[in-house]
């Protein structure tokens, strides 16, 4: 059985069971994030371990990526494997593909240097596709692709983010 094909079984399933039990197409995920006395901050989630830090000219040890680094894969990735679960599920065959994220951004804001709001304020994914199908099918799957997206849809649109203390001497 060829890759595609497992891929495709394992979507026609996952379809099935959600058509057939809606409640099991949502829930929640969590992980847990430490930080010591540096800016570097330790990710465990499902038993992986991710390291974030920042630059030594924000301070921190450039020990590990950035957080831009992670945001942007979560983007790229979600965007590439959506699409080719897209393209599978199309009877589409992806030769090969790669995305290149490019984000804009102004730091002063975050210097209390302007009112504008923090973040990347543009972010371009540059997509090549190899594939036999025409220009139109992959218009039309990239389409999709970007509608359906996860983490592409979290990053481009607001969302509700609440933060409570839950511990701590606050001192």
């Not at 809606?22 to 330790?42: D, Q």
């Amino acid at each position: 059985m060829s890759r595609d094909s497992e891929i495709r079984l394992a979507l026609d399933r996952a379809h099935e069971i959600i058509e057939a039990d809606p409640s099991r197409a949502s829930g929640t995920i969590s992980l847990n994030l430490k930080m010591g006395e540096a800016i570097k901050c330790v990710t465990t989630a499902e038993g992986w371990t991710l390291e974030v830090d920042e630059p030594t000219s924000m301070g921190g040890d450039n020990s590990a990526p950035g957080p831009y680094i992670f945001g942007f894969s979560a983007i790229a990735s979600c965007f590439a494997m959506t699409f080719r679960m897209m393209a599978i599920r199309a009877g589409v065959t992806i030769k090969s593909m790669s995305v290149d994220v490019e984000g804009d951004y102004d730091d002063r804001a975050f210097f209390d240097l302007a009112d504008e709001r923090t973040g990347y304020q543009a972010i371009r994914l540059n997509i090549d596709v190899k594939s036999d199908a025409d220009t139109a099918k992959i218009e039309a799957l990239v389409a999709e692709a970007r509608r359906k997206s996860p983490w592409l849809n979290t990053f481009a649109h607001p969302n509700t983010i609440d933060t409570k203390i839950v511990g701590g001497d606050g001192g």
